[in-house]
């Protein structure tokens, strides 16, 4: 039975075949030569791109295997639905029917992503507005829609897709997204650790499950990304510890049957520890080997390292590029000795071939100008390649502060072993705002401001800004303009124009009032790649309003204009990773003020200096010290208008802002304000830390600090005695609205006359 019925099967098979290949060649057609080619159905392609296509003309020979091809070709440049070929007298006849086009894409239920950025994604695989639709783009826009949501933990997230007909063969595509719960990490296990400890392995990594700051990191979001981060920190934590056979046997991720709570478990295997017993060098080193040497980081006696093994072999590579070998490779080779738990390191060393520059390519800037980024390369076409100007080059790209991102590259020319092409691509950001807000601070309350801001202005690197700010105790109009490249070696100019109104801290209409205006003029000279100088000169105009509690200092100002013309001489030096959340680098910078000219007769000179160590991946120390002094010369005195001030934030927390002063009379005379002094004395030290539950993030940190600092007037002489000193922890946030800093701080040692405020908080202090 079973065999009749294979008979039969095999024998209807067999009478299809024959049937489809009778009817084939029943509609064959003998090649003959093509009288003419007409069109059918077309409505938005044009004709010529369908001729193009055809792998057949007017006048030529036609045959079914040409019709064939045609057909294959025409479904080919996917604009069509449907493609038939009919003949007729020697006339070819193309019929086709388009694709629809689509014509919007409308989004409802999404709250986790912004339409934009959605688009933006479908895009990418091909989808968007007025381009041909089909069946299958949709289903891959529901795809990559899923996987959107599922980058963002949303595993329960569900797409349907509706298409409406629109006019003129067009149609609606509408996504309709329940987006669901997030997925979170209910558990993270880590299985097989021994000489560590499950909360120090858990510090390493990014993903956690929910504590009471996931709200802010998210850190209890899987992502397969962020997993993969984890098991690389995993192992750089062990192989910087000496467990140089550490490896991840496994990893299994489960999520649970609503796709609301997920496990992950990491199985790993430590091995052995060992410690570095030598380091050799092998291979060519240009007859420098002592220079290579003391670039090594890697210190025999003590345990292996990757980190140090990594940036010694970086370092070599580097200083090879230095010489013109652009191509230099440094391997690494391990001698393990399990007896002893040992391990010999050799660095083996081919510098390979020594290449010029061909040329210098960039790429992403769509605003600035390319001269305005060539001018920072130190680096020159057709020249020997240079490692070192080349990184050079790329840091004065970055500091420009166009960009949010500046990468660069090496590419070998092909049939060129001894050139190299330089490639920078950068990733520019919004250069130019315009700002109106309130502002607040624990000294000044509410105040309005306006900013307009032009940091790349058309592209041609200048800057330009207006600020105005209607502070109730410091109201603010200025105008500035700076060119980074005034002349053509890079020395920079900067004008600015200011009008300046302050008061004391009251909400007393009848208080004395400092206003100042003015213009100044400054250029800046760079010596070096973090060095410049600064020279200039201004013009300033300020007079005191009489009013209840007026300073003793003040009074041979009130009503009458005292002017001064100061000449100002800086020098900065700034090798800072970051300017907002620095955690290693110094900042340096002296500047000298002389007035030789107006109703006054003084110097005053500063200095400044701050160092950040990193102590761990998370920890910093950062120190930062002032100095000040200033006098009259020429029989004049110091003008008051230029004392230094101290107390509060960015000087010693804990006092109220600008309160500090040593000369015990001052509250009898102005009532409770100091007017400062023309010395100057501080020094902060911080231990900065994360936020606990943020992992490794430095926009938002807590530290510890201790402020030591005053004042002293002219008459007065240094005296160490009087310093007030304080304590306390403060929390530091990189906000949308710019960098936020607050303090709780208690004196350490205080005066009677001293006022003390607890609790300090300011947007856009630093330090």
């Not at 339409?115 to 695989?125: C, G, M, Q, V, Y």
């Amino acid at each position: 039975m079973k065999f009749l019925l294979m008979f039969q099967a095999i024998r209807f098979c067999l009478t299809v075949v024959i049937a489809v290949f009778m009817s084939q060649a029943a509609f064959a057609v003998e090649p003959f030569q093509v009288k003419d080619i007409r069109l059918e159905g077309l409505q938005r392609v044009e004709p010529g791109n369908v001729l193009a296509t055809l792998p057949f003309k007017v006048g030529e020979n036609y045959s079914d295997d040409k019709g064939t091809l045609a057909i294959r070709n025409l479904f080919a440049l996917g604009l069509f639905k449907d493609v038939r070929i009919e003949v007729k007298d020697n006339i070819v006849t193309v019929v086709v029917e388009e694709r629809p086009l689509i014509s919007s894409i409308n989004f409802v239920g999404i709250k986790e992503f912004d339409k934009d950025t959605l688009k933006k994604a479908l895009k990418d695989i091909g989808l968007s507005e007025g381009r041909p639709f089909d069946k299958a783009s949709s289903d891959r826009a529901e795809q990559e829609l899923k996987r959107q949501y599922i980058n963002r933990s949303l595993y329960g997230a569900e797409v349907v897709t509706t298409v409406a007909p629109a006019e003129r063969n067009k149609v609606n595509l509408n996504f309709t997204v329940i987006e669901g719960d997030v997925s979170k990490i209910k558990e993270y296990k880590i299985v097989g650790n021994k000489a560590f400890d499950l909360p120090t392995i858990k510090d390493q990594l990014d993903l956690s499950e929910p504590n009471y700051m996931s709200w802010y990191t998210k850190s209890d979001r899987y992502s397969q990304a962020k997993l993969n981060a984890d098991l690389e920190n995993l192992k750089s934590f062990y192989l910087s510890r000496g467990y140089l056979e550490f490896r991840v046997e496994s990893t299994q991720v489960a999520i649970s049957p609503n796709k609301q709570d997920i496990t992950i478990t990491i199985n790993i295997i430590e091995g052995m520890r060992f410690v570095v017993s030598e380091v050799a060098l092998e291979g060519y080193y240009l007859g420098r080997d002592n220079e290579f040497k003391s670039l090594i980081t890697i210190k025999p006696g003590q345990a292996y390292n990757v980190s140090d093994v990594v940036d010694t072999s970086k370092a070599f590579a580097e200083y090879f590029g230095n010489f013109g070998f652009a191509f230099a490779r440094v391997e690494q080779r391990t001698e393990i000795d399990r007896q002893t738990s040992q391990v010999k390191i050799i660095l083996q060393a081919d510098p390979s071939r020594r290449a010029y520059v061909r040329r210098i390519n960039i790429a992403g800037n769509d605003r600035t100008k390319d001269e305005i980024i060539r001018r920072e390369f130190r680096q020159m076409e057709s020249s020997w390649y240079d490692g070192q100007r080349i990184r050079s080059s790329r840091d004065r790209v970055d500091r420009l502060g166009f960009f949010t991102e500046v990468t660069i590259d090496t590419q070998e020319v092909p049939d060129n072993p001894d050139q190299v092409d330089i490639n920078l691509k950068v990733v520019e950001k919004p250069t130019n705002s315009l700002s109106l807000g309130v502002g607040f601070s624990s000294s000044e309350n509410a105040f309005l401001s306006f900013g307009l801001n032009q940091d790349n202005f058309f592209g041609t690197g200048n800057s330009v800004g207006v600020q105005i700010n209607t502070s109730q105790y410091n109201k603010v109009y200025s105008v500035h303009t700076t060119d980074p490249y005034f002349t053509e070696d890079g020395i920079s100019r900067t004008f600015n124009l200011y009008s300046k109104n302050s008061r004391p801290y009251s909400t007393s209409s009848t208080y004395y009032n400092i206003n100042s205006s003015g213009l100044g003029l400054s250029f800046g000279v760079p010596i070096a790649e973090t060095d410049t100088i600064f020279v200039g000169a201004a013009y300033d105009s300020t007079s005191v309003s009489n009013g209840s509690n007026l300073p003793l200092a003040y009074t041979n100002y009130v009503n009458e204009p005292f002017t001064s013309i100061p000449l100002t001489l800086g020098w900065a030096r700034d090798s800072r990773d970051s300017t907002l959340a620095p955690n290693k680098g110094k900042f340096m910078r002296l500047n000298s003020e002389l007035g030789l000219m107006g109703d006054s007769r003084y110097y005053k000179n500063s200095g400044q200096y701050q160092q950040y160590w990193p102590l761990t991946r998370k920890y910093t120390l950062a120190i930062n010290a002032e100095l000040g002094l200033g006098g009259g010369i020429q029989g004049h005195d110091f003008p008051v208008f230029k004392n230094y001030y101290s107390g509060g934030l960015g000087s010693v927390r804990g006092f109220q802002q600008n309160s500090l002063q040593t000369d015990t009379t001052y509250d009898r005379y102005s009532g409770q304000y100091a007017t400062g002094g023309s010395k100057k004395i501080l020094l902060n030290t911080e231990f900065l830390m994360p936020f606990p539950g943020v992992g490794t993030d430095k926009t938002l940190r807590l530290y510890t600090f201790i402020d030591v600092g005053n004042v002293y007037t002219d008459q007065e002489s240094v005296d160490l005695s009087q310093l007030r000193s304080s304590t306390g922890l403060g929390l530091s946030w990189i906000s949308p609205v710019g960098p936020l800093r607050l303090a709780i701080a208690k004196p350490i040692k205080r005066f009677d006359n001293d006022r003390i405020q607890s609790f300090q908080f300011q947007i856009g202090t630093s330090f």
